[in-house]
């Protein structure tokens, strides 16, 4: 893999400098403004768990950030890793905090999510196409709603904030999916719309980790 290589794959971006999407860039904001109001909020309440999961929410700013201005392959992986960071460790907490399930139970939904993310988003790019490259982050968004609907009838709380994360991150996969399909009529496109509402769902599902159950098998405290 030429981990130089140049990719353009959003509306604002017109040639490869630096600067050639000034709002895709700054918008990556959202992302650390975010973690800084969790952070002042909820940070006596904090344990390892919240503590890993904020460290990725500030990790996916600046690789998206890099991602938006240097635009080369190396770039884009330090975008998506710490995406997948997030979810990992979201999935191994939300398993064994909100369904009170053992940490072997976590481990397993962890390593269940690659096959179901894979399974799905296949089915979704033969009836849908890559949507952008949204197409990878629909599973997320039903998990959680999954997640959301299995704990309405026993933390109904917790259920009901992750229903409205998973309603956020549709949202914002919308814009995400429709940024080159309207290039024509707006030049700026909407993926910084992803950003401001991502940076937004992702302090909201940390604010619900932190409000949620916390049983035995959670983390130990930082």
Known sequence: ??????????????????????????TNLAFLIAAYWIWRRHRQDFD???????????????GSFLF??????????????????????YIYLATVRFLRFPPWAGVVAVIGFFPYAAGFATLLMLGWGPMNGSVSYIP????IAVYGLVLLWREPATGVRLLTGAA???LSLFFRSIDEAVCAALPLGTHFLWHLLNGLMLGWMIR??????RPRASLPAA
Request: a negative charge; glycine letters at 6%; one cysteine or more.
């Open 1 to 26: 893999m030429n981990w130089l290589e140049q990719i353009d794959s959003y509306c604002e971006r017109t040639d490869p400098t630096f600067w050639s999407e000034p709002v895709n860039a700054v």
């Open 68 to 89: 938006h201005t240097v635009a080369q392959a190396w770039a884009a992986a330090l975008d998506t890793l710490p995406i997948l960071g997030f979810v990992l460790t």
């Open 208 to 213: 619900a980790m932190v409000l949620g159950p």
């Open 48 to 62: 390892t768990g919240e503590a890993i999961l904020m460290g990725w929410l500030v990790m996916i700013g600046i």
């Open 168 to 170: 956020i991150l549709a």
């Open 140 to 143: 997320v968004a039903v998990l």
